[in-house]
């Protein structure tokens, strides 16, 4: 079991705080830096620390670990066989906690406390609370990178991890948002839907305030636009939302409180849907409205289900390159509208009784969250900026499990994609984009896709806002991929340090016989297959 427990991690967040206000105009040079302490940040900091190279972990916010230790503890792979390298000893060091070989379904703090122990182990200094404001380039190279605060980190080679490619964006590599066209790629699931028959609305349920009065508006959370041509491109992203941790147990609950603007009235959508569900002689549950995934602890990790869920669908769009301020709006908006969707389920006299009591008997865990009062300290962003390199990874890469000279990871989840608009269409609400598309075995990812056009860069590595079509990266966007990509991007950042190389030009045979060396898993055999999950 670990012994690394939240008052040190308070205590490591503590000193923190204290170097950033006594230390704003600090320069910090090192070999290698990491900006985003994800899950890919932590074992990319970790592998540039255990090849002997100096690293600093630069990350916005004030945790380690992401969407690992921000709620998501019900890991998505598809074939735990696909992965190996630090992501599988990260599972195996959380089933140490629980007394097993490996874990793949844990508590959010859990997950930290091992992201911790590994950054102290490998000595990685970590600087939280970290905003980029700037990016200063030295040719092809970038040099430094300047935050709000005055501090400035300097490094041979650089490595973003974050959600959102902010860093490879300043940097000024080129980069895609929202879906493109089938036509570009050739792909069929990428681009505008015809059809969206999962997580959609089972029932028909009319849009409009004034019911079959299209002049009198939209309904809350519909939004007011041209469905499209099928298959076109356009700017839409998959719908972000919040994997809660709650409980059941009252001597570990915090209430979970009403939004401050709790208004019933904007709910009237869910509303419509629960009555013409019972109209509809149907019986519904708590889990029509969310996917309750028990954890450890008597805890859950609650993701999206269904029509009206925890999914915010449409209010994502703008995130992936909004400004600091618009972010933290829409992270909130995203909060209030997941608050009032919990409190409208557990009050709403619209509800079907049962479900209210399912809803009123969950709180939120005393016991994780501690300094964000029990609320994840992590949005979901399933999709932000993705990069586009010499190699776009396709809908074909995942069909046909392409050979690749640079394979340096493998991918194994369907290809998955959220929905990403709620719009009217034949006079009917429906929600328009998610696709769940599987069927093939885990396939190779290029060293290419995670690396920028050698024009645009050549000393940054993009391990989390790759290269990929909107529908590949709905496959390739797992944790345990990211892991596994952070550790390939440092490996390699270290052998182009060694080499003195551009990034682009990393010896191949070489990266992939340490990444072996170090257990990453490069080509799929079927008879190394660990079971799905």
């Known amino acids: 079991m670990l012994n690394f427990n939240w008052s040190r991690r308070r205590s490591a967040l503590a000193l923190a705080v204290l170097l950033a206000a006594t230390s704003r105009a600090e320069v910090i040079e090192t070999d290698v830096c990491v900006f985003g302490a994800t899950s890919a940040g932590v074992t990319a900091a970790v592998q540039a620390a255990r090849m002997g190279r100096s690293v600093t972990l630069v990350e916005p916010g004030w945790h380690l670990g992401g969407m690992t230790s921000g709620g998501l503890g019900e890991t998505d792979i598809g074939n735990k066989g696909a992965i190996g390298g630090l992501a599988r000893e990260f599972y195996r060091r959380v089933g140490r906690h629980y007394g097993k070989d490996e874990a793949w379904t844990f508590e959010p703090h859990v997950a930290e406390d091992v992201y911790f122990a590994w950054i102290n182990k490998a000595k990685v200094p970590v600087y939280f609370d970290q905003h980029l404001e700037r990016v200063a380039r030295d040719g092809a ?9 005055g501090k400035i980190f300097r490094a041979r080679a650089f490595i973003d991890a974050s959600y959102e490619g902010d860093l490879m ?7 895609m948002v929202g879906r493109e066209a089938n036509a570009r790629y050739g792909e069929t699931l990428d681009g505008i839907r015809a ?7 089972l ?5 409009f305030v004034k019911p079959g009065d299209p002049a009198s508006g939209l309904l809350p959370f519909i939004q007011n636009i041209d469905p499209g041509v099928p298959g076109a491109g356009d700017r839409s992203v998959q719908a972000c939302n919040f994997r809660l941790c709650l409980t059941r147990d009252p001597a570990n609950q915090r209430p979970i409180e009403p939004p401050p603007n709790y208004d019933p009235a904007r709910y009237e959508l869910l509303a419509r849907y629960c009555e013409a569900l019972v109209a509809s002689g149907r019986k519904p549950v708590l889990g029509d409205f969310m996917h309750i995934q028990p954890m ?3 805890k859950t990790d609650i993701n999206n289900n269904g029509g009206f869920s925890t999914d915010f669908i449409g209010a994502s769009a703008d995130y ?3 400004d600091a301020a618009t972010r933290a709006r829409i992270w909130r908006e995203h909060e209030d509208y997941t608050r009032g969707l919990l409190h409208f389920l557990a009050t709403s006299p619209r509800v079907p009784e049962n479900v209210r009591r399912e809803m ?3 709180g939120l865990t005393r016991d994780e969250f501690r300094d964000t009062g029990g609320w994840p300290h992590q949005l979901y962003i399933r999709e932000a900026r993705r990069m586009i390199s010499s190699y776009v990874m396709t809908e074909r890469n995942c069909r046909e499990s392409l050979a690749l000279p640079d394979a340096i990871a493998l991918a194994a989840y369907t290809m998955d994609s959220h929905n990403c608009r709620r719009l009217v269409r034949n006079g009917h609400v429906e929600n328009e984009g998610d696709v769940q598309v599987g069927g093939f075995p885990p396939y190779p990812i290029a060293y290419r896709a995670i690396v920028p056009k050698a024009a645009e860069c ?12 909107h529908i590949a990266y709905g496959s390739i966007r797992m944790e345990p991929v990211f892991m596994v990509l952070g550790q390939s991007a440092a490996t390699a950042a270290v052998l182009a340090l060694d080499a003195n190389v551009p990034v682009q030009k990393v010896n191949m045979p070489r990266l992939q016989a340490r990444l072996r060396d170090d257990g990453q898993i490069l080509a799929w055999k079927p008879a190394s297959a660990g079971g799905g999950h």
């Open 169 to 175: 964006a300043q940097a000024g590599v080129s980069f």
């Open 458 to 469: 050549d000393n940054l590595l993009v391990p989390v806002c790759l290269s990929a079509s």
């Open 141 to 149: 190279s970038i040099s430094e990178i300047a935050m709000a605060g």
């Open 320 to 322: 992936p390159t909004a």
């Open 360 to 362: 009123q008997a969950w």
């Open 203 to 207: 029932v028909p349920v009319d849009p």
């Open 296 to 298: 450890p602890g008597g």
């Open 195 to 201: 059809q969206t028959p999962k997580h959609q609305f």
